[in-house]
Nanobody, 124 residues
């Protein structure tokens, strides 16, 4: 059973930066996989932010392109999200997710494993 654990959230002012981390534990997975970051603001649906596949190809939501960078460390079994130029619209609970046996996509139901989330709050 794969377990995901996020960290790095917090409160920052508009224009600030945060780096989220996701530690994956459990059996090592071989083959095609995708790990991503999703977020959910109060009263809104969960949405994809960034994702990266086993080949290292990344995708980003239009709202974060040029501000957020996703990366992975295979040796540490870790996923990161560097968030720069944060604005109040980025305020949400951020979740790490993983799916195996397929490429990245934004459909949340395609992801089998989810972390508990880490809160990001951006004040103006």
């Amino acid at each position: 059973q794969v377990q995901l654990s996020e960290s790095g959230g917090g409160s920052v002012q508009s224009g600030g930066s945060l780096r989220l981390s996701c530690a994956a534990s459990g059996p090592r997975i071989y083959g095609t996989w995708c790990m991503g970051w999703f977020r959910q603001a109060p009263g809104k649906e969960r949405e994809g932010v960034a994702a990266i596949n086993s080949a290292g190809s990344a995708m980003y939501a239009d709202s974060v392109k040029g501000r957020f960078t996703i990366s992975k460390d295979n040796a540490k079994n870790a996923l990161y999200l560097q968030m720069n130029s944060l604005n109040p619209e980025d305020t949400a609970m951020y979740y790490c997710a993983a799916r195996y046996g397929g490429d990245c996509m934004w459909r949340t139901h395609a992801y089998t494993y989810w972390g508990q989330g880490t809160q990001v709050t951006v004040s103006s």
